[in-house]
């Protein structure tokens, strides 16, 4: 993998993109999504279709970064999230530069649809924080594992309200937010200017069909952002998009 700006390098280490890739400031929410040229962050209904080896890679250093994992109940029944979600050499590097060695894994369900049985819950090696919309019963609450805290954050007209959610993050002391999708939650942290870093990997294929863009939202949004890094591998593009700060 080679950097194209802000400066040329080749055969980038994982040091140095993790150099790039990172953040001093706090709460910092970053959005991971891979897309087809047209746009779509699907390909037969799933994102695995437009990866790659070096999309692989760069989707694990993230994670390297991360507070905490936020991920959409949707995403999570589609692409699957059971088990450790980073490997024993990310663990090591974590724990090194102070990290826990897992980051914490946080689900939004706006209407509380996730199986309590669902082996994300029984497979996760760090309790589980899961957001919703819906009041929340001491019954409720009692089906879930004893893993599982349920929080319940403001109701959008279709979501959880995103500034709820790093609000309660951030009070958990979760400043480096990394969310993985899918498009409808995108979409609603952008519409409530939630979304500091875009890192958008573009697959060299065009989809078309019905599939999702990566952002989906009934209200549109127009935010500026600045390409803080570009990276390049077999033609597909790496970015890293900040969010321009008003003058």
């Not at 991360?66 to 109940?73: L, P």
């Not at 689900?107 to 929340?136: C, M, N, R, W, Y």
Request: with cysteine.
């Amino acid at each position: 993998m080679r950097a194209l700006l802000p400066e040329p390098i080749n055969d980038l280490s994982d040091d140095q993109l993790l150099e790039r890739y990172d953040s001093a400031s706090r709460p910092f929410v970053r959005f991971n999504f891979v897309s087809s040229i047209d746009g779509s962050a699907q390909a037969d209904g799933l994102s695995a279709k437009l990866g790659s080896d070096g999309d692989q890679r760069i989707f694990a250093l993230l994670r390297r970064l991360a507070d905490v994992v936020v991920v959409g109940a949707g995403t999570v029944r589609a692409e699957g999230y059971e088990g450790a979600l980073v490997s024993a050499e990310d663990e090591e590097w974590r724990t090194a530069h102070g990290l826990s060695a897992h980051p914490a894994l946080a689900l939004i369900s706006a209407g509380l649809h996730l199986d309590p049985s669902a082996q994300i819950f029984k497979q996760s090696p760090v309790p589980v924080i899961v957001f919703t919309s819906v009041e929340v019963t001491d019954e409720m609450r009692g089906s879930y594992p004893d893993n599982v805290e349920i929080i319940r954050v403001g109701k959008l007209e279709k979501g959880c309200d995103p500034e709820d959610i790093v609000e309660q993050l951030v009070a958990r002391g979760m400043g480096f937010i990394h969310c993985e999708g899918g498009p409808h939650i995108f979409g609603q942290f952008a519409s409530a200017g939630m979304v500091d870093s875009a890192c958008i990997s573009y697959s060299p294929v065009v989809v078309a069909g019905e599939g999702l863009r990566i952002a989906a939202h009934n209200q549109q949004t127009f935010q500026r952002f600045m390409l803080n890094s570009l990276c390049e591998e077999e033609s597909m593009l790496f970015c890293d998009y900040r969010i321009k700060k008003s003058d």
